[in-house]
């Protein structure tokens, strides 16, 4: 078998699942090389949930991995310098590797290992930033485009995530011919399986009433007060919303209820950070999931391909790097505009008029997210390993 290895910082609950699928598969033999060092795995502390997380599902199972030795005098993948790993262009050798994989290139030793395997073996990339954020021409823009011609200098192909991500690759020097398509994906069958209620059984919400669901960081770039104003001024008594998450705003959420009328406040619910082997409960208890990113760097939100899998229809934001791939207006959700709270309303309220839609929306949602899967991301992979290294 071909020998792919794959450089990233630490393990996820969204990579786990392909590495194990792509070692399972036999078709290619892959090696993880876990860069930011075993400390990731003691330091459990989100920032942006602000709490320690323990992911539930495995993250290491079903595949090869090493965590390679980092000298960072700060370790993290926040910064270039977090990630300092002298043996791992040597450990990649040593294993015979006869392609790379590299997520994410602002990292020292990431930067150096593109440079180093460059005309040796195949190099691929893997990375979802968009140009959804890229307003102005200035002197950073331009520095920015000089540095990012520089680094795919390095790259042969590039693993591209969805048509947001494809125009960015476009525009920073990479031909059509070296880009290829591997969706952005979760573990659909994880989402897909379940049929429970239970959430809206302990909330005892009305099987007949509307249940908005967010989920995620209670953060700036996701916009949740947005949401929190338009349900307010929607002023339906047969709607709920659901917050699900924490984060720096949450306080300042939780303080604008208190203030609120106790007919609208007993229809607002807060809940803690749910794990991964609860989502699926999560989700399939609401009737909608909604995305109201403004970003900067929203560059796909996985979050809609859970809510979709689980067969619910999505209000996102065009600021969403997924919306233009994932939502087809009033088929299985809608768009709105960024930020702008009549354009929200708009959107919610369209599905309250619809209410006896939302069902077969929901089924068109999960039927339309079956392509993105780690099936195709693991077929993409092995065609290029056979065809190009």
């Not at 979760?186 to 909330?203: A, C, G, M, V």
């Not at 609208?264 to 909604?290: C, E, G, H, W």
């Not at 790097?321 to 994932?326: M, N, P, Q, V």
């Not at 959700?333 to 009549?342: A, C, P, Y």
Request: hydrophobic share 40%; with cysteine; charged share 25%.
């Amino acid at each position: 078998m071909k020998k792919l290895a794959i450089i990233t910082t630490h393990p996820i609950q969204y990579n786990a699942p392909l590495f194990e699928m792509l070692s399972q598969r036999g078709v290619i033999k892959i090696k993880v090389f876990y860069t930011w060092g075993e400390s990731v795995m003691h330091n459990k502390y989100d920032p942006g949930f602000k709490k320690i997380i323990n992911w539930d599902i495995p993250l290491l199972n079903g595949y090869e991995y090493e965590f390679i030795n980092n000298i960072s005098k700060n370790p993290g993948s926040n910064h270039f310098n977090g990630i300092v790993n002298p043996t791992l262009i040597n450990d990649i050798e040593k294993w015979g590797a006869e392609g790379i994989l590299v997520f994410g290139w602002n990292f020292r030793s990431h930067l150096k290992c593109l440079k180093y395997f460059s005309k040796k073996i195949p190099v691929f990339f893997r990375g979802d930033s968009t140009l959804l954020d890229d307003r102005k021409l200035n002197i950073k823009s331009i520095l920015k485009k000089f540095i990012l011609n520089y680094v795919y200098k390095h790259v042969d192909y590039v693993f591209f995530v969805g048509t947001e991500n494809k125009k960015y690759y476009l525009k920073y020097g990479l031909k059509e011919s070296q880009l290829i398509f591997a969706p952005h994906a979760i573990d659909n069958n994880r989402f897909k399986e379940n049929n429970s209620d239970t959430f809206r059984e302990e909330l005892k919400i009305s099987k007949s009433d509307i249940i908005f669901l967010f989920a995620g960081k209670l953060e700036f770039k996701k916009n949740p007060l947005l949401l929190l104003n338009a349900f307010i001024e929607l002023r339906n008594q047969n709607i709920h919303l659901i917050f699900v998450g924490n984060g720096e705003l949450e306080e300042e959420l939780k303080m604008k209820c208190i203030g609120l009328d106790k007919s609208i406040q007993k229809r607002i619910t807060f809940i803690d950070f749910q794990n991964q082997q609860k989502m699926p409960l999560v989700y399939k208890s609401a009737d909608i999931f909604i995305l109201p990113s403004q970003g900067p760097n929203e560059t796909w939100g996985l979050a809609v391909n859970e809510a979709m899998a689980s067969g619910i229809p999505v209000i996102a934001s065009d600021r969403c790097g997924c919306s233009s791939d994932l939502i087809e207006n009033y088929k299985n959700g809608v768009i709105f505009k960024t930020n702008n709270l009549e354009s929200l309303k708009d959107a919610m309220i369209f599905m309250i008029l619809q209410k006896d839609r939302i069902k077969s929306m929901g089924k068109y949602a999960q039927m339309s997210i079956e392509k993105w899967s780690f099936e195709n991301i693991s077929l993409a992979i092995e065609s290029i390993m056979y065809s190009k290294s």
